[in-house]
């Protein structure tokens, strides 16, 4: 058996997610992020913040919705059942904060097979509300045995 | 921020996450994927038992990475990681790392995520604005 690579190269319809102080809080708290920006208007305004502003990794929060369809799109194929997330990066640009208003758009950047392995690469890209982009994430899932 | 040359460690961070903690973060992140919450559905699938979220993991690297930069979120601008090994809860997890070079204003460090022996996430770079 052999991957699948005809889905290579399409976009999925993008996704619009409202970042709200309270969820950033609820993610900070989480992680064990104890900086008041993260929790705290008035402390995020007096650091040159709009608003709360998200930790960088809240990206997931609101880039992974865009995700979901590209993920389980039958012309990608993946078989779940042996899939693991394998790598992951994200570049971040402006800052996401409370009351922004992010669009992400997914796209399939490659799908290959190495050793065995099946390599999905997915790109998603988030900008605000003002057109800024604030986060570029490239997501690899790996299937063995394809 | 402190002075970072290369070759120094990063302060770093160690973490046990409690039993509920996949719980918590599913619900932070919108990740409710069964084999994270649900250990009856984690054994059905062959592991052990319910497993860490590995961006719960990531996120453990950025606070790390970001600490080096007095937890302002803003000078992080780039963090790439590889999810090696399966996290468990009730487990201690150490955030180690190391400055790889310091150029044109940002500071790269290589970053490991660990429980003991077991390198759950490894070639992890992050990359600081100074």
New interface residues.
Partial sequence: MTVKTEAVGKEWPATTYEVSKE?IG??A???????P??LDREAARA?GYRDV?????FC??YS??ALGPAMFDPEVGMNF?AM?????????GE?ACSGDEITTSAKCLEIFEKDGKGFYVFETRSVNQDGAEVVKG?WTNIVRGV | MADLNVGDTIPGLRVTPDKYLPHRYAGASGDFNPIHIDPEFAKAVGLPNTILHGLYMMGLVARAATDVADGDPRKLKRLSVQFRGMGAPETEIAVTGTVNSVADGRVIIDTVAAQGDNQTIRNAEAEIQL
Avoid at chain 1, 29 to 35: K, T
Avoid at chain 1, 84 to 92: C, D, M, R
């Fill in positions: 969820k609820e993610y708290r989480v992680i064990g992020l104890d900086n920006v993260h650091a502003v998200a930790p960088p990794m997931v929060v992974a919705p059942a693991v997330h394998g790598s992951q990066e994200f570049e971040w800052p490239t």
